[in-house]
């Protein structure tokens, strides 16, 4: 399986200052069909899982664009250019290109 | 709107068994292949299954394979997922969502508690 790696798992972040999470998968993302099905998704406390990007950069609609993705094979970056209370909450990245699809450990974005 | 909601999770013995059903409205469930993600308590996501457009193809994570089964109902526009030999390590919150590959969109997920 392919095995997704998130830092840092815990993220304190001053309120209206940038933050950024990591993801680096233990092969490459790119898929036969030429696309990167690596998602983002944020859950909030007490709610279900929401996609904030697919396919290594896609916003999905009604995201602020104060979110935003980027990385190619291995690497990938969510970044957050500043920081809302609204936030707060567990990032995962998941990658769809391989069988089964996985999801990284998490990140935990608090506000300090 | 796109709705998807699930039912079905309890409390339930070891080796026991549980059907959970995942009821979608607000787009065509024919043309999505569909999930189950699970979350322990406290814990990250974990993908359980995926089936295909018309039910003849699934895939299980090898904890629950032989255990779980994947089907769905087109015609009633629902996922299901049968949960036999229930382990204590089963116990999650269970959500369906659209598209194993790029999930889009998730239900508000159901509580399965496998204890005696």
């Known amino acids: 399986d392919v095995v997704m790696t998130q830092s840092p798992l815990s993220l304190p972040v001053t309120l209206g200052q940038p933050a950024s999470i990591s993801c680096r998968s233990s092969q490459s993302l790119v898929f036969s069909d030429g696309n990167t099905y690596l998602n983002w998704f944020q859950q909030r406390p007490g709610q279900s899982p929401r996609r904030l990007i697919y396919?290594?950069?896609n916003r999905d609609s009604g995201v602020p664009d104060r979110f935003s993705g980027s990385g190619s094979g291995t690497d990938f970056t969510l970044k957050i250019s500043r920081v809302e209370a609204e936030d707060v909450g567990v990032y995962y990245c998941?990658?769809?290109?391989?069988?089964?699809?996985?999801f990284g450990q998490g990140t935990k974005v608090e506000i300090k | 709107e796109v709705q998807l909601v699930e039912s079905g999770g309890g409390l339930v013995q070891p080796g026991g068994s549980l059907r959970l059903s995942c009821v979608v409205s607000g787009f065509t469930f024919s043309n999505y292949h569909m999930t189950w993600v699970r979350q322990a308590p406290g814990k990250g996501l974990e993908w359980v299954a995926n089936?295909?457009?018309?039910?003849?193809?699934?895939y299980y994570v090898d904890s629950v394979k032989g255990r779980f089964t994947v089907s769905r109902d087109n015609a009633k526009n629902s996922l299901y997922l049968q949960m036999d030999s229930l382990r204590a390590e089963d116990t999650a919150v269970y959500y369906c969502a659209r598209d194993p590959r790029l999930p889009d969109y998730w239900g508000q997920g159901t509580l399965v508690t496998v204890s005696s």
């Open positions: 396919k290594v950069s």
């Open positions: 089936i295909n457009l018309d039910g003849s193809d699934s």
């Open positions: 998941m990658q769809g290109s391989h069988w089964p699809p996985t």
